[in-house]
């Protein structure tokens, strides 16, 4: 989105050969992107629908925690993730109505079974299955 790209139109899909080098690269251009002069007021499509550049850095924290509960929650490590992390995500997905669908970011909310933690609760929010 900050480079004008969609999808499909990105140069590869996927990080190619070397994840770790490719999303370390990723990262790298998408920092640099984000300490642009102005960046942070400058207007953007996103899924959410427009918004400046402070939305699409909420969106790529927000994008990260969740990610970071994916990747916890399926080699069987701990979720407890930061609670700044998961507090700032949960209010920003709170604060908005989010795209849900079965096939999309966001599935229908999923409930959260009785005593689960904060990083298991903002996971069920935002559509994952939570044992």
Do not use: Y
């Amino acid at each position: 989105m900050v480079a004008g790209k969609h999808g499909s139109e990105q140069e590869q899909d996927g990080p190619g050969g070397d994840p770790v080098a490719g999303f370390l690269d990723a990262f790298s251009g998408l920092c640099a992107a984000f300490d642009r002069e102005g960046f942070l007021e400058q207007v953007f499509p996103t899924p959410l629908g427009e918004g400046p550049g402070g939305l699409l850095v909420a969106m790529r924290i927000t994008e990260l925690t969740i990610h970071a509960w994916d990747i916890a929650a399926a080699t069987g490590q701990p979720r407890d993730l930061d609670p700044e992390l998961v507090g700032f995500a949960d209010g920003f997905l709170r604060s908005r109505p989010i795209p849900r669908d079965v096939n999309g970011p966001f599935a229908p909310e999923q409930p959260a079974p009785a005593g689960a933690g904060d990083a298991d609760r903002l996971a069920a929010f935002a559509g994952r299955p939570v044992s």
